[in-house]
């Protein structure tokens, strides 16, 4: 089960024109990063982008919550020392969209700060919220990000250990993981651990076929060994085709 990341996917297109455009690629649900601009958005803001999710008969599987100035290089505010406040605030109100529009995975990005005991009762807070709706929060390793901590698995692993919370769980997004040069290939030990995967070829980041990874192998060495989630398509689009599909 694939979904479309409007945050990568379809960005000719205004924001709120990307769920049709998925819908009509053929595509049932959809991803996204935080699509606001703000950590607490206008309610008509939330109100236009839950009904452009609900016009467009598509589900939204995935929601990242505000990770601050991401072009300036920002990458979410869990580590971020003074702005406890406004991540958990952020917090609740994206565990509020994902209530009514039935998302129930919510990625949290760790940011460009050391973990601390302040992170991880921040990663604590939003995984007690998020299981009041039923949902799962993910952590993703980056690359392309040199002050981000968490770059692997294992330091992933490590994290969701020291939180210690059972809805927390790994995105094991494969295009940043070998790029950071970690081993795909033991990510079928741990799908139990894992809440999410998302998918792009490498190098360059652009769509499967475009790169080097054997991302369909990998893909099914994790549904072989019980991943049943969905699979989110981010990447950078080349061709503009979703015929890579026919070979998943």
Not at 189 to 194: E, Q
């Amino acid at each position: 089960m694939f979904d479309a990341n409007l945050s990568m996917l379809f960005t000719e297109l205004p924001l709120l024109e990307r769920p049709q455009a998925a819908r009509a690629a053929g595509f049932d649900a959809v991803e996204i990063w935080w699509p606001f601009a703000d950590a607490v958005p206008e309610t008509r803001e939330i109100e236009a982008f839950e009904a452009a999710i609900g016009d467009a008969g598509v589900r939204l599987v995935g929601l990242n919550f505000f990770a601050g100035d991401m072009p300036s290089g920002d990458r979410g505010l869990a580590s971020w020392p003074g702005r406890e406040t406004e991540f958990r605030t952020n917090v609740e109100v994206t565990a509020a969209i994902a209530a009514r529009l039935g998302c129930r995975t919510l990625n949290a990005l760790h940011g460009n700060f050391e973990t601390t005991a302040q992170t991880v009762a921040n990663y604590r807070f939003a995984a007690d919220v998020a299981a009041e709706i039923g949902a799962q929060i993910v952590i993703e390793p980056l690359s392309g990000a040199p002050k981000y901590p968490i770059k692997t698995a294992h330091q992933a692993f490590e994290l969701i250990d020291e939180i210690d919370r059972g809805n927390v769980k790994l995105l094991a997004d494969l295009y940043h993981l070998a790029t950071n040069g970690d081993d795909l290939d033991t990510l079928a030990d741990h799908v139990d651990r894992i809440g999410h995967v998302q998918i792009a070829d490498a190098p360059g980041r652009g769509e499967p076929g475009t790169g080097e990874l054997d991302l369909f192998g990998h893909l099914a060495k994790l549904r072989a060994n019980g991943y049943s989630g969905f699979v989110g398509a981010e990447y950078k689009p080349v061709t503009h085709s979703f015929a890579w599909r026919d070979n998943a």
